[in-house]
């Protein structure tokens, strides 16, 4: 309720009626010409600015912290059914541990109903990696759950995620999940249950990978709960997202900086739904050759995990075929050019080895969850490709996240260090090579080094 008390310090010198006017225009035409970066960057210009920024910035930092969900005992309300108890659980799920219950008939009544389905995969997600061991800067990156509510294609959940960390996409969010919500209720708030499920998807089958490959639990979540307009909704969802281990945020709704507006601008982005975009600040930040969906790249996405069933049916169809050994290989010089590195990646269950040209390329069978090589079939291509060039190379580069990824980096820095490249075999950014090839496989097959 605004109050009519002035402030201390607010008096205001009265201005003619021409002034007024004048100033009026004034403000009107700056707004319309300054971009407000230019403007933000021309305020940081001023003396002592960015110390103050700085400091709000650090007090910013301070603010994230406390905000961050901690007191689960607080949550622990019975899980039971989509119109959960308001009742405190004592009861925990014996297998998944994720949800609670205030008598054994509410726990029954739950696993006749949603439980029943998605404690197998509350347990899986437990078990799924830390986005931290994955990569170097954790404490950048954040999974945002949050509503789009569109105007003419309903209303979806969604998980996003930063598409790279560097780059000239670094600013673009992807959904790596998401779900249609069925408004059950005249409000549309959704349950409990459909936030989890979207969260599940997130962490098991994520269409998209961002900054590592495969299942990962998510390092920190946010939660905006201004877009899912229900507190005890986003708190419950929070509850169960702490007890599988991730750090866990619910942005309140007095929280401009976080009202799910870019989310759901990057979300509409990806779903080509463009005519739905209305925040100014977004329409003025990204440039509009970037307003197009992206190719889903998730390793163990549903849509991925059914490519991946083809090129194995594929790769078991091409005939057997013998490769050097690391001993016929040490023979080999190395290379004096320290612009030699060799690159291997995979693209479509394809195996690609290549320097300044192409030197090997082969179907490959695709193992694990995460749909990659086993270091066995790799190293005899890698051998190969050194024999055709007659040397050993420099340094090597290794595709992430196709090849492997930080968790499991270390068996071929193992067997290619100074042995088969006089330097270091490096893993090469998130998606850089698998990229790359986009562009070398159309230039290989019409120069002639690729023949389908």
């Known amino acids: 309720m605004p109050s009519n008390k002035k402030k201390k310090g607010s008096k205001k010198r009265s201005m003619s009626p021409g002034r007024a006017s004048a100033a009026a225009a004034s403000s009107a035409s700056a707004s319309s010409t300054i971009n407000p970066f230019e403007e933000m960057m021309a305020q940081l210009s001023r003396p002592g600015q960015i110390e103050k920024f700085m400091a709000a910035d650090a007090k910013h930092a301070e603010m994230e912290e406390q905000k961050t969900f901690k007191d689960e005992k607080e949550t622990r309300k019975c899980d039971a059914g989509s119109s959960s108890c308001s009742k405190m659980g004592p009861l925990v799920c014996a297998r998944c541990k994720c949800r609670v219950y205030c008598s054994p008939e509410c726990q029954r009544n739950s696993w006749i109903g949603d439980h029943k389905k998605e404690c197998k995969q509350l347990k899986a997600c437990a078990a799924a ?7 170097p800067v954790p404490d950048e990156l954040r999974t945002m759950l949050g509503l789009a509510r569109t105007k003419h294609h309903g209303t979806y959940a969604f ?19 998401s779900i249609k919500i069925h408004d059950q209720s005249s409000n549309g708030i959704p349950t409990n249950q459909e936030l989890v499920k979207c969260l599940i998807n997130a962490i098991l089958h994520p269409d998209f990978d961002t900054l590592c490959a495969g299942m990962r639990r998510p390092h920190k979540l946010c939660i905006l709960s201004s877009t899912i307009a229900n507190q005890d909704t986003a708190e419950r969802v929070a509850a169960v997202a702490t007890r599988l281990g991730c750090k866990v945020q619910i942005r309140d709704e007095n929280d401009t ?24 600040l977004f329409l003025q930040m990204v440039e509009r050759i970037m307003f197009h969906p992206m190719k889903l790249n998730g390793l163990t996405g549903k849509v991925m995990t059914r490519k991946v069933d083809e090129w194995n049916e594929r790769a078991a169809k091409v005939p057997a075929e013998s490769f050097p050994t690391l001993q016929d290989i040490v023979k080999l010089p190395f290379s004096k050019d320290f612009d030699n590195v060799m690159h291997f990646a995979i693209y ?8 300044k040209q192409l030197l090997y390329h082969r179907p490959i069978m695709l193992h694990g969850v995460n749909g990659r090589p086993q270091i066995e079939d790799v190293l005899g291509p890698l051998y190969k490709a050194c024999l ?55 230039y290989w097959r019409r120069s002639g080094d690729l023949n389908d």
């Open 257 to 280: 900086l976080e009202d799910g507006s870019w989310e759901f601008s990057w979300f509409c982005v990806q779903m080509g739904w463009n005519d739905e975009i209305s925040d100014r």
């Open 129 to 135: 990696p830390d986005l931290a061991l994955n990569t």
């Open 159 to 177: 998980c996003m995620e930063s598409y790279q960390y560097s780059g000239h996409e670094s600013n673009r969010l992807v959904p790596i999940s």
């Open 348 to 355: 479509e269950g394809i195996l690609y080895v290549w320097t």
């Open 388 to 442: 055709k060039e007659g040397n050993r190379p420099c340094r090597i580069i290794i595709g992430q996240p196709s090849i492997c990824s930080l968790e499991d980096v270390t068996p071929y820095e193992l067997a290619l260090d100074d042995t088969v490249c006089s330097g270091m075999a490096m893993m090469a950014q998130s998606h850089n090579l698998e990229g790359a090839l986009e562009d070398f496989i159309p």
